[in-house]
């Protein structure tokens, strides 16, 4: 029993910064890592970043959104965070946020929230 919820999305010009939120909540689990997908019309759905839930945080990045895309944590909430800052027309999509769960390896995903980049 989990549900995912992000926030934050919007339309921007070019170079102009959004932050997204995606809170995942529930009974009786425990977070591995959370992360983001996006998806535009007519292309594949791709990894943008993630973040894991074990001592070090260790982060991912595509190399799309490398040194513009900051993911971070709650220090203690399943939750995620991620500014995305310098944002470029192909940034445009709809961007998904999962959790993967502990014990089970098993993916739940958000809704989505929009973000338009105009030029």
């Known amino acids: 029993q989990v549900n995912v919820v992000e926030s934050g999305g919007g339309s921007v010009q070019a170079g102009e910064s959004l932050r997204l939120s995606c809170a995942a909540s529930?009974?009786?689990?425990?977070?591995?890592?959370m992360g983001w997908f996006r998806q535009s019309p007519g292309k594949e759905r791709e990894f943008v970043a993630s973040i894991s839930w074990s001592g070090d945080s260790r982060l991912n990045y595509a190399d799309s959104v490398k040194d513009r895309f900051t993911i971070s944590r709650h220090s203690r909430l399943s939750t995620v965070y991620l500014q995305m800052n310098n944002l470029k027309p192909e940034d445009t999509a709809v961007y998904y946020c999962?959790?993967?769960?502990?014990?089970?390896?098993?993916?739940?995903w958000g809704q989505g929230t929009q973000v338009n980049v105009s030029s």
């Open positions: 999962y959790v993967t769960i502990q014990g089970n390896g098993r993916r739940v």
């Open positions: 529930g009974r009786s689990f425990a977070t591995y890592v």
